[in-house]
Structures are given as structure tokens and as C-alpha cells.
């Protein structure tokens, strides 16, 4: 695109001459003066999106008022990034990419295309309004108990509805056929009549503030549809024929002209057919049509010599010759000429019929949405039936309190394989907002941080949610790590994808955030995780106003702590705290779900009692045989309980792996060997730190006996 369309007098002159040139408009000159306020940058933007668009023939589309619309920081939705969509499967599954799985799919019980890409939309973007949440609430009660009423008779008709939306956009940007046409305003109309007919019963007898708005204001935004469906010829429309497409003509001048036209060289060849009987003496004589060849004059051949030499021969056969006058030659002509002259006309009156029509688009164009918020409002409801959902309440301020909360999706799964075990969720504010999660690999722990994720968010949406009760306060964005994922194209490992979504939430994450965090700092060697997972967790703790690389430095520092072999674990944490909290000097309190494998995280809890909660998903241990050797076994119980778990339990999925046995024994045997040399470490770490707060005689003595065993085994493992 050329740079001068950025100029500010070129950008001017072109959105000046775009609103000037529709006169029947009465909104362009508002919608003017409202452009040529805006910014410099943004007018000559606009102007650029206008050239863009006209290329298309969809210019039309920036004069619909519903186009220009005030870009608010003021958080009226629960931000929900694309890695949170993807991270908490919201439209698709991440195994094989498809709906099934999604939070979508368990919700869409809408019946149109138009309400399906609605509450799409409702998704993707939650209410931060509690009003308008409770609005939404208070409609899914009231049409919990309409089976039988008009109101479902209205939602059954949903199911032979078009796609309205598109439709509407289609005939509004003069790309539609006559058959679209038709089925768009004729179900239009439809819905108006049935609408009629519901308007009085919901005045008198609906509660609902919204399912008033919705079903009142339907007639009246589709009231001038009836006149233009009474204008279309049903029968010309379904066969595409705009030459017999209109019914009162009164309207259409032009075209009722050219058909006079038509019908005046009709009347002259009928009239013609006198002087033909004559010549041919023949009183039946007259016009056939062969092959598309019309008003032909059929002789037969026996009677050739009544035929005058000028009259033109089109055709014969055995038995008859057909001829053409040079009256039919000439009239027929003018005929032919007149029948394109009428396509034109008719196509010229089309196009006009569709810009009157395009007036009302507006108007027809929310009325659809309605509709579409009726079809999800419905959906809602029936997901809002289902056993075991409960009307969430909200607060003002920020926690989570869910009793014997379930996951929507992996509850519909295994519904038909098991039962869902539950499982409680309380996050404050101003108590404990932060939960470590630990526990055994296959535990449930990733399937916990999500639940809790998505009931927050169909409640947000103004949906009932899976669990006995639920109390949350407004949240304003949910942030997610989860996963492992690189970009080779890029040259962007899985640690590198890992850490800058981290940083994103770092930089982005408020006091009114959900911040979930699965595993960071797994893709490194386990000091640097360690020391980021630490770092980062802290963070949510006591937030801090500095850059991106300060917290890299501070992660820097507590990786050359973790190395140093002569501090002990319990000097080690108030340490590494004491270095944060030098930076960090804001709170956020943030509400955080952290799923964590580093026993040094859960530490934090002594560091910070009233803030940071240790649970675990719990499990059964118990001994079991593979030919010659013996191991624990587990059993996940999927029961989210207080407290850390003590070990991850990776070999157990190794075996239902089926990892090969010689490797399990090896593994097995290294593990043992590990942990011992942990606990004798942990040990002497208790020592060392009993130590260095004695004074007093014998403890050069101790020191010594301390330092020896620390050689010995440096010995053994060299």
C-alpha cells in the first residue's frame, strides 16, 4: 500500500468522501465528525482499512455504527490470553486438537450457528460485572422451569433457523442470491409473528430483566422485515428469476416500464398471427417454440408454395419447415433486446432493493443477536440441569471457595467409566492465596489447578457450575503455565517457551488475577528449576516493580546458594526470602495454584504461614511383586489433602509404562541409594545447623567429627 494513504490530508479527503457519499444516511455525519476527531495516526489508519476494504466491495462494512466501539483498559472482561485458551482447553482438546474434550464442547447445547459463535464468544471473553452476571443467572433459573411454555416452543424453532448472522451480512453487502434472500427474511418474519405472540405472556409473567429486553425489543427491531418479505415473489425468488422477483411493481418503476414494453411487442406479434392465417390459408395457423426458438411458423412441406419468398427459413424436418416473417424477425429481435434491457433493470432494482433493505441492517442485526443470546442463554440452562451444578455467588473481594468442586469436562468423560471424585477449593485475598500442589506423577494435580480455573470462568460467563456451592469474588484475568511446548522454526526451546510465558505473567499478573502454575522450571537442571520455580513462586507472594532481569539475578543468586553444600536447607529458605523480600516492596496478592515437584517450594509455607498453604493429591502404597523383585505400588485417591507429599513417585509410571523390567530394577536400586544419601545429608544439615547455634566447649570437637564423615563419603562417591 502506498505511504501517501497514511497522509493525514489524503486520510481526511478519502473518510470525508466515503461518508458523503451515502445522502440517505442520517448517522454518517455524526460518524464523520467522530473519525475526524480521533487521533491523527488512527484517522489515517481508518482511511487505510477503507482503501483496503473497497477492494472487496466491503466498504459498507465501516458505516454500520456497530463497527466503532471504545477500546476500555477498565477490564469489563476476565482477560483470558490464547496460551490460557490452549493451557486450559477452552475450544479444543490438546491431544488430538478436535472440540470433544473442551470446555466448548461440554457447554454447546445451542441450536443455532449464529448462538454457537456466541457463546464462543461468551468463553473467550467472561463478564467482570457482577450485575451483569446475576442478570444472566437470574434468566437461567427462569427458564430452568419453561418446559411446556411458549418460551420452549420458541426455542424449538430455533432448530430450523439459517444462519441468520451471515445472512444478514450477506444481503447487507449485496452478495446474496435471491434464494438467500428469501430464507433469511422470510424466517425473519416468522420469528417476528411468533414473538407477537410471546410478548404478552413474558410481560405478565417473566422475572427476568434480560429475557424482557430480549423478547419485547424482538418485534420492533424486525418489524420493517414483513414489508420487504411482502414485496418478493416466493415462487421467483426459489428459482433465482429477478425479472418476475418483485410483486408490486409501484415500487419498482423502471422495471414496470420495461415489462410494458414487452408486453406492447407481444400484442404486436399476436396481432400478427391474423395476417399469417391469411397468407398461409390456414385459420389454426400459429406460433411454436423448438429448441428455445421462439414464435416459429410451422408449414408443412406439402404446402410450401403458400409460403411468400422474403419469410426467412429456420429449420425442417420430414414433414414440416418453420419460418420466421420479417415482422417476427424484427419484433423478435426488439424482444430479445427488451428481455436483457428487463435482466439489467431487474438487477439494478435489486441491488437498490437490497441497500433499502440494508438500512434497517442495524436494527436486524441486533435483533439476531438477541436471538443468538437466547439460543446460549438456553444452552446455559441445560448445562445448568445436569446433576450436582449450583448457582455461583459472588463478593466483592477476591477469593475462590468451591465445596466438592468437579471438572466439567473430565466429569462428562468418565461418567460413563466412573464416578468424579471432588474436591474443595478456599483462596482468599486477605488470608491464604497461594496453594502449593505436590504429589504423585498421574495424581490429578494438573486435572485440580484447571477445574478450578473453569468453574471461575462459567461462572464468570453467568453459568451454573459443577459443585455443591461455589463463592467467588471477580476475577480480572487468569494466567496459565502448563504444558511443554518449543518453537524450532524459531530456534525457541521448551525451557525458553516455558520461562517467557512465565515472564509474561510476571510483567502482567494484579491483585484480581488466578495465577496457575504447572511444573515450572522442569525443563532445566534441577538447581536452576529449583531456584526459578523458588524465585518466581515468592514473587506472587510479594510482587515486585522491577524489571524482568533484577528477578533473573535474583534466580542467579539463589542458583549459587543451592551449590553451596556447606548452608543446610533451613538456612537456606529465610536466605533466599530475605534476599526477595529486599526487592521486592508491592504486594500483588494475587490468588496462585502452583503444582511443584521441588520439596524446597514447599518450604515457603513456614515462611509465609497465613499466606501460603502445602497440599497434596493423596494416594495408597502398597507392596507388590514383578518375578524376582518387589516394589511399592500405588493407588491415586484423586483427593486433594493438606500437608506435602514426600515423593513424586515416578517409577510408578514407569511401570504402567511398561518400561522394561531390567531398567525398573535399575532405576529402583539407584533411587534407594539417592535417597538414602538425601536423608544422611538432611541429617548433617541438622547437625550443622544445631552447631552453629552452640557456643561453648566441644564444639571444635563436633566440627571436626562433622568435617571427617563429609570427606568420607566424598571419598566413597568419588
Not at 425468488?237 to 415489462?259: C, S, Y
Request: include cysteine; charge should be neutral; charged fraction near 25%.
Amino acid at each position: 500500500m502506498d505511504d501517501t494513504v497514511f497522509e493525514h490530508s489524503h486520510a481526511v479527503q478519502a473518510v470525508t468522501e466515503f461518508f458523503g457519499t451515502d445522502k440517505d444516511s442520517s448517522h454518517d455525519g455524526e460518524h464523520l465528525t467522530h473519525i475526524l476527531a480521533l487521533p491523527l495516526p488512527v484517522v489515517a489508519c481508518f482511511a487505510a482499512l477503507l482503501r483496503y476494504l473497497r477492494e472487496f466491495g466491503l466498504e459498507n462494512t465501516l458505516r454500520a455504527q456497530t463497527s466503532f466501539q471504545k477500546i476500555s483498559m477498565a477490564g469489563e472482561h476476565l482477560l483470558l490470553s490464547g496460551t490460557t485458551l490452549r493451557n486450559l482447553e477452552i475450544f479444543q482438546n490438546q491431544t488430538d486438537r478436535k472440540l470433544k474434550g473442551s470446555l466448548l464442547w461440554a457447554m454447546d447445547h445451542t441450536r443455532t450457528p449464529f448462538g454457537r459463535r456466541l457463546l464462543r464468544h461468551w468463553l473467550a471473553q467472561p463478564l467482570t460485572s457482577i450485575s451483569a452476571i446475576e442478570e444472566r443467572l437470574d434468566t437461567i433459573k427462569e427458564l430452568l422451569s419453561s418446559h411446556g411454555t411458549p418460551l420452549s416452543q420458541l426455542h424449538d424453532l430455533l432448530n430450523h433457523f439459517p444462519d441468520l448472522e451471515r445472512g444478514l451480512a450477506s444481503i447487507y453487502h449485496k452478495k446474496c442470491s435471491t434464494q438467500e434472500f428469501y430464507l433469511v427474511t422470510s424466517t425473519l418474519g416468522r420469528l417476528a409473528n411468533e414473538v407477537d405472540k410471546l410478548s404478552g405472556t413474558v410481560e405478565v409473567r417473566s422475572r427476568s430483566v434480560l429475557l424482557k429486553k430480549l423478547l419485547l425489543e424482538l418485534p420492533q427491531r424486525l418489524d420493517p422485515v414483513r414489508h420487504f418479505v411482502s414485496l418478493v415473489n416466493e415462487k421467483a425468488a426459489r428459482e433465482g428469476d429477478k425479472t418476475q422477483l418483485f410483486v408490486n411493481l409501484d415500487e419498482f418503476p423502471q422495471i414496470r416500464k420495461r415489462k410494458q414494453e414487452i408486453e406492447e411487442v407481444f400484442m404486436g406479434l399476436r396481432d400478427h398471427r391474423k395476417e399469417l392465417r391469411v397468407v398461409l390459408r390456414s385459420p389454426s395457423a400459429d406460433y411454436v417454440t423448438v429448441s428455445g426458438q421462439e414464435f416459429l411458423i410451422e408449414v408443412k412441406n406439402s404446402l410450401l408454395h403458400n409460403v411468400p419468398s422474403d419469410w426467412l427459413k429456420i429449420g425442417s424436418t420430414k414433414a414440416v419447415s418453420r419460418f420466421h416473417t420479417p415482422y417476427v424477425v424484427r419484433e423478435y429481435q426488439k424482444l430479445c433486446r427488451l428481455r436483457e434491457q428487463l435482466k439489467a433493470d431487474a438487477n439494478t432494482e435489486w441491488l437498490l432493493f437490497l441497500g433499502r433493505f440494508g438500512q434497517h441492517y442495524i436494527d436486524f442485526r441486533v435483533a439476531v443477536t438477541y436471538l443468538a443470546t437466547f439460543d446460549c442463554l438456553f444452552s446455559l440452562a441445560t448445562v445448568a440441569s445436569r446433576q450436582g451444578y449450583c448457582r455461583p455467588s459472588f463478593v466483592e473481594r477476591s477469593q475462590l471457595e468451591i465445596e466438592n468442586g468437579r471438572h466439567p469436562v473430565v466429569e462428562l468423560l468418565m461418567q460413563e467409566h466412573s464416578q468424579f471424585v471432588p474436591n474443595d477449593t478456599k483462596l482468599c485475598a486477605n488470608g491464604r492465596r497461594v496453594m502449593i500442589v505436590t504429589g504423585p506423577n498421574m495424581g490429578g494435580k494438573s486435572s485440580y489447578i484447571r477445574q478450578v480455573a473453569l468453574i471461575a470462568i462459567m461462572a464468570q460467563m453467568g453459568s451454573f457450575v459443577p459443585a455443591e456451592s461455589a463463592h467467588l469474588g471477580i476475577l480480572r484475568a487468569i494466567h496459565t503455565r502448563m504444558g511443554a511446548s518449543d518453537d524450532i522454526y524459531h530456534g525457541r526451546s521448551t525451557f525458553m517457551e516455558e520461562l517467557t510465558e512465565a515472564s509474561a505473567i510476571l510483567r502482567t499478573a494484579s491483585h484480581d488475577s488466578l495465577v496457575i502454575l504447572d511444573e515450572l522450571g522442569r525443563g532445566t537442571s534441577t538447581h536452576d528449576g529449583v531456584a526459578i520455580a523458588y524465585a518466581t513462586l515468592e514473587y506472587f507472594i510479594c510482587e515486585v516493580s522491577i524489571d524482568h532481569p533484577v528477578l533473573l539475578a535474583i534466580a542467579f543468586m539463589l542458583v549459587s546458594i543451592t551449590f553451596t553444600p556447606s548452608l543446610p536447607r533451613k538456612v537456606l529458605a529465610p536466605w533466599c526470602s530475605s534476599w526477595v523480600r529486599l526487592f521486592f516492596c508491592v504486594q500483588v496478592k494475587c490468588l496462585t495454584l502452583f503444582v511443584t515437584h521441588y520439596p524446597l517450594a514447599c518450604d515457603l509455607e513456614t515462611q509465609y504461614p497465613g499466606i501460603v498453604s502445602n497440599y497434596h493429591m493423596s494416594f495408597f502404597m502398597h507392596d507388590s511383586t514383578e518375578g524376582e523383585e518387589s516394589f511399592q505400588s500405588v493407588t491415586f485417591l484423586y483427593q486433594l489433602t493438606a500437608g506435602p507429599a514426600g515423593c513424586s513417585y515416578g517409577l510408578n509410571v514407569a511401570r504402567l509404562a511398561e518400561v522394561p523390567t531390567p531398567v525398573l530394577v535399575k532405576a529402583a536400586r539407584e533411587a534407594r541409594m539417592l535417597e538414602e544419601l538425601v536423608r544422611a545429608t538432611r541429617e548433617r544439615m541438622k547437625l550443622f545447623t544445631d552447631i552453629w547455634t552452640l557456643s561453648g566447649e566441644g564444639t571444635t570437637d563436633k566440627l571436626r567429627h562433622l568435617l571427617r564423615e563429609a570427606l568420607v563419603e566424598n571419598e566413597l562417591k568419588g
